[in-house]
């Protein structure tokens, strides 16, 4: 899950594994951001340097990874 969704300024994604990377990309399939995580079950992520637009984040774990859609709107 993620969180708010359309986001501003900062995107926090919570998972039941814990995080050990968030990737970004934009629609066309461009890395923007990789962020490593310490382990915990949420990630902070600040999105107030991205245009607005719709992109994917890859979240990482041990067990699993998951993809979800943001909206970013400024």
Do not use: C, H, W
Not at 45 to 60: A, E, N
């Amino acid at each position: 899950k993620l969180f708010p969704n359309p986001a501003n300024s900062q995107v926090t994604v919570y998972s039941q594994d814990k995080i050990e990377s968030v990737e970004i990309y934009n629609m066309s399939g461009k890395a923007i951001k990789n962020i490593r995580e310490n382990g915990l079950n949420t990630a902070t992520v600040k999105t107030q340097d991205l245009p607005s637009g719709m992109y994917t984040f890859r979240v990482i774990s041990r067990e699993r990874i998951d993809y979800l859609k943001v909206l970013i709107q400024r």
